[in-house]
């Protein structure tokens, strides 16, 4: 391969990682649209970049053509997803390109959209416009697991929290948690509420510690307002809960929360794809609720907080969950560990 191949590489590498940093710009604020970035680059200067802010406003597309202006005519453009062929709130990307003049398209990941799907592609090339698809996929993809899930399963990405001691305790006996991790850890969790369409609790969580399950850090580099608040599911087969403006929780005072009353799990993270647009699901709930999606290979992540301190043999398991022999244990791939505060916080994905 000549240095031209190599040096060309490695610039469409860089590039990429510029349009990845702008995606992220939007992760909190997207949803249900997934999170683009857009890097527009000509003779080797940026000279446009965006990001998509939320659904029904412009695309990252649009943003970066804005700021290149005249500079995009033979310009590269870098975009983390393919641009869209569609016209929904907005008109199509892959036009808007195609307009301004730009010779080469870098896309990291097509859109499994069946309405885009390989279209803007086709629309970009029957043009005249260079387009290559790779480089840094896995990268941009992490961005919007749940959004590609979602459109190549109808299923959602599936992520379960859990908050434990060093012998994976969650609480003493008497039901006593608050607090096992530091204020870091519950800041962190933050992030993970923000980019949940839902979040699924127990109707035991819910009267146990009555919990508010919203976003209101201010830790997220948007402020809690600009984040659309994850819709938030009860399962509560023995239907002891239901909205009421005067209840003791403060779930149940909340019209919009969702009573899920039958065992049916994987019934209910097909519902919300399809009629509720949740691609990202966060479970926060207690040892039963999260032994039944383990059990059920429900879960795409676990992320465990876990706290250096014993809470003891009678403490609650952060489980429930009795497998029979060690060929029943359910095996994790270690993706990610850090110190956060005094806690390791551990993201595993199931083998």
């Not at 790779?134 to 590609?148: D, V």
């Not at 899920?260 to 509720?276: A, G």
Request: proline share 6%.
């Amino acid at each position: 391969m000549s240095t031209h191949y190599h040096s060309q590489d490695a610039q469409d590498r860089y590039f990429m990682m510029l349009a990845i940093e702008q995606a992220k710009h939007g992760l909190y604020t997207t949803r249900p649209n997934p999170a683009v970035g857009c890097v527009i680059v000509h003779a080797g200067e940026v000279v446009g970049q965006g990001f998509h802010p939320k659904a029904g406003e412009p695309h990252a597309e649009v943003f970066a053509l804005k700021e290149a202006d005249a500079r995009a005519v033979g310009a590269t453009a870098y975009v983390t997803l393919e641009p869209c062929s569609h016209t929904g709130r907005t008109p199509p990307c892959a036009l808007a390109l195609i307009n301004a003049g730009v010779k080469r398209v870098v896309i990291a990941s097509l859109d499994p959209n069946p309405q885009v799907a390989g279209r803007g592609v086709r629309l970009l090339e029957q043009a005249g416009i260079e387009v290559k698809v790779g480089g840094l996929t896995a990268q941009a993809e992490a961005l919007n697991r749940g959004f590609l899930k979602a459109m190549r399963t109808q299923m959602p990405y599936v992520r379960l929290k859990i908050a434990t001691s060093l012998d994976g305790r969650t609480a003493m006996a008497s039901g006593e948690s608050k607090w096992i991790t530091s204020t870091a850890a519950r800041d962190d969790v933050q992030k993970l509420r923000a980019q949940s369409g839902v979040i699924i609790t127990g109707s035991e969580t819910v009267i146990a510690d009555d919990p508010q399950l919203n976003v209101r850090s201010n830790q997220l580099a948007v402020s809690p307002e600009q984040v659309p608040a994850p819709m938030v599911v009860v399962l509560d087969r023995r239907q002891r809960l239901d909205y009421d403006p005067h209840a003791n929780y403060q779930l149940c005072r909340r019209p919009e929360t969702l009573y899920w009353r039958n065992d049916d799990l994987p019934s209910l993270l097909k519902t919300l794809v399809s009629e509720h647009q949740c691609y990202d699901v966060l479970i926060e709930a207690g040892a039963s609720v999260a032994g039944s999606f383990l059990s059920q290979q429900l879960v795409d992540e676990l992320v465990v907080y876990q706290a250096p301190c014993l809470l003891g043999a009678k403490a609650r398991a952060m489980v429930e969950f009795n497998p029979l022999s060690l060929a029943q244990q359910l095996r994790f791939d270690i993706y990610q560990h850090e110190q956060i505060g005094v806690d390791l916080k551990l993201t595993l994905l199931p083998l």
